[in-house]
Every structure is written in structure tokens, then in C-alpha cells.
């Protein structure tokens, strides 16, 4: 049901910065959960950043105090700037999103990826 579109990946050079974005379609619902993850090659996935549609975060480690993510409620739209940038930064961002609107377990979407590269 839900469709999960990101937006804003690129290249960019250490220290700089990026804003990804990422629309979900599909519920005429605030989604209860929304964030990114990420993977690098030979890695596994790791939580980037969560927030919730009451405005509760959270960070992995690796990204506190250099990424924000933020959210529109009413679009169901998520966007996370980042800052900063290492080449440590270097993967596929994934959009996510966890929805109790049709069932009390949750469901949980995937967007297709977008690639972060940081070059040193």
C-alpha cells in the first residue's frame, strides 16, 4: 500500500553537505514512524535517524550531532540534512516507514534507496 520515494542523494566532497527527502504515498494517514537507514558495501543496515509523527528522534551514534531529520505530518514526507559529511557517510540511504493504521503489529516499507558517496 504505502510507496516510499527518495530524493537527494549524491556526490559531495568531505565536510560538505546534503538534504535527502523522501514522500510516502499510499495512506490517507499520518504514518506513525518514519526515518532512514543506511548500507555500505559488505555492511549491514544501521539506523541512520527515526522520528515519530509526535516528534520524538532518534540518532544512530555515528550521525548525532551532524544529521537532523524532520517530517510534515500532514504530506507524510521526511527530510534529513546532513552535515558534516565523511566518507564514512558513504551508502545507500534508505527511507523507511512503520504504519499501525491498518493493523495493530505495523507495517513496515522500504523505499527503493538513494546512493550518498563522500569523497576524501
Known amino acids: 500500500q504505502v510507496q516510499l520515494v527518495e530524493s537527494g542523494g549524491g556526490l559531495v566532497q568531505t565536510g560538505g553537505s546534503l538534504g535527502l527527502s523522501c514522500a510516502a504515498s499510499g495512506t490517507r494517514y499520518s504514518i506513525r514512524i518514519m526515518g532512514w537507514y543506511r548500507q555500505a558495501p559488505g555492511k549491514q543496515r544501521e539506523l541512520v535517524a527515526t522520528?515519530?509523527?509526535?516528534?520524538?528522534?532518534n540518532y544512530g551514534d555515528s550521525v548525532k550531532g551532524r544529521f537532523t531529520i524532520s517530517r510534515d505530518n500532514a504530506k507524510n514526507t521526511v527530510h534529513l540534512q546532513m552535515n558534516s559529511l565523511k566518507p564514512e557517510d558513504t551508502a545507500v540511504y534508505y527511507c523507511s516507514a512503520v504504519d499501525y493504521s491498518k493493523n495493530w503489529y505495523g507495517s513496515e516499507y522500504w523505499g527503493q534507496g538513494t546512493q550518498v558517496a563522500v569523497t576524501s
Open positions: 522520528i515519530t509523527n509526535d516528534d520524538k528522534t
